[in-house]
């Protein structure tokens, strides 16, 4: 900072620490700043006299920009070296996570050959536990199962896993005979049940061709018998049919007499009905003429009314709000008067704000 804009010189780079750490420790500082302030004699009087007491609010601004900056300085340094001891702390241990990494290396190689060379083993006696779970349902594949089995070698290249593979291996022959064994059972009972099948299949066929032929010769009577009751049967629908056309149409002449007599009436009683609907219907409609009339008379009457007491309400509004705003302006006026403005004066300046012509300032209702 420059002489036109800092009241006091900053702390030394070299002491600002301790100046900042100990209590009240910029209080020397801030005597210097009260000190050039408190020899100011403020002239509002002139130009010069407002700009000089502007100028040294502002120097004494910027001096707390500065202090506060160098402050602010002071703790950016210090937070730095936090995160300095983390990154060596970082350093040291990827460096020893390797390391150890490199120390175990050995270890790890021989582990995983172990792992290797026991779960070639695990997967050699689970290939010859899969012999007989996906050895099929025939007897070929079934044998073919057990060949494969008793091909599978057992001795010291099996290592601590020899006897597991060889319990493995009896039982899984044990099992796969015993499959073989129920296999040709069941595949000798399901010969058997066919050639049973085929002879009651053939003995089903002649019992239906012998039925048939009897039914057919049973059905060949049946309609023969059947014809001659439909011959039978249709003459005296002939004779019947006879009399009902003759019946039908005696009853239809009738029932054309009947109707229209009855149609003869009908219209006496409808004409007589359309003349009363006629007489009714213009009697309602003068009915409501009448009616309609008097409701819009009655609705202006009310318009007028309600326009009348909307006049009267909104006249009554206009001259109550005038009387709160006269007398919120007296009160103003007043306030002037007394605080030494002259009448006149105080009159014109209530009327300027209450009409809005001084900028920023305005009468609150």
């Known amino acids: 900072m420059t002489e036109a804009t800092q009241l006091a010189e900053l702390p030394p780079q070299e002491s600002a ?32 006299g407002r700009d000089a007491t502007a100028s040294l609010a502002f120097k004494v601004r910027k001096s707390k920009t500065a202090l506060d900056a160098l402050g602010k300085k002071l703790v950016d340094d210090l937070k730095d070296v936090p995160r300095r001891i983390d990154a060596e702390r970082k350093r040291m241990r990827d460096t020893l996570d390797a390391l150890a990494d490199e120390v175990r290396a050995p270890l790890n190689a021989w582990e995983q050959a172990e792992d290797d060379r026991v779960q070639r083993h695990k997967d050699a006696i689970e290939g010859i536990v899969s012999l007989a779970t996906d050895c099929g349902e025939t007897v070929e594949s079934i044998r073919a199962a057990i060949a494969a089995a008793e091909a599978v070698a057992i001795g010291p290249e099996w ?59 049973e059905k060949a009577q049946r309609e023969a018998n059947e014809r001659a009751q439909a011959e039978r049967d249709a003459a005296t629908r002939r004779e019947a049919e006879a ?9 239809a ?7 229209r007599e009855a149609a003869e009436k009908q219209a006496e009683i409808d004409r007589l ?44 509004r206009r001259e109550a709000d005038l009387a709160h705003k006269a007398s919120i302006n007296r009160a103003a006026l007043n306030a002037f008067v007394l605080g030494g403005m002259p009448e006149d004066c105080a009159k014109q300046a209530v009327t300027l704000i209450a009409k809005g012509l001084i900028p920023n300032v305005r009468i609150t209702y």
């Open 17 to 48: 620490l301790e100046v900042y750490s100990k209590p009240s420790g910029l209080e020397p500082w801030l005597d210097k700043i009260r000190a050039e302030v408190s020899g100011h004699v403020p002239d509002m009087t002139t130009k010069k």
């Open 159 to 217: 290592e601590e896993f020899e006897p597991e593979a060889a319990r493995t291996k009896d039982k899984v022959l044990s099992g796969l005979r015993g499959c073989l064994a129920a296999r040709e059972k069941y595949d000798a009972e399901q010969a058997e049940l066919a050639r049973f099948r085929a002879a009651e299949a053939a003995r089903e066929q002649k019992e239906r061709e012998e039925r048939i032929a009897r039914e057919a010769a």
């Open 243 to 251: 009399r009902e056309a003759a019946d039908k149409a005696r009853l």
């Open 253 to 259: 002449a009738e029932l054309a007499d009947q109707r």
């Open 273 to 316: 009905a359309a003349a009363e609907r006629e007489r009714v219907a213009a009697q309602q409609a003068e009915q409501r003429r009448i009616q309609a009339a008097e409701q819009a008379a009655a609705a202006e009457r009310q318009r007028i009314a309600d326009e009348q007491a909307a006049e009267a309400a909104e006249a009554r």
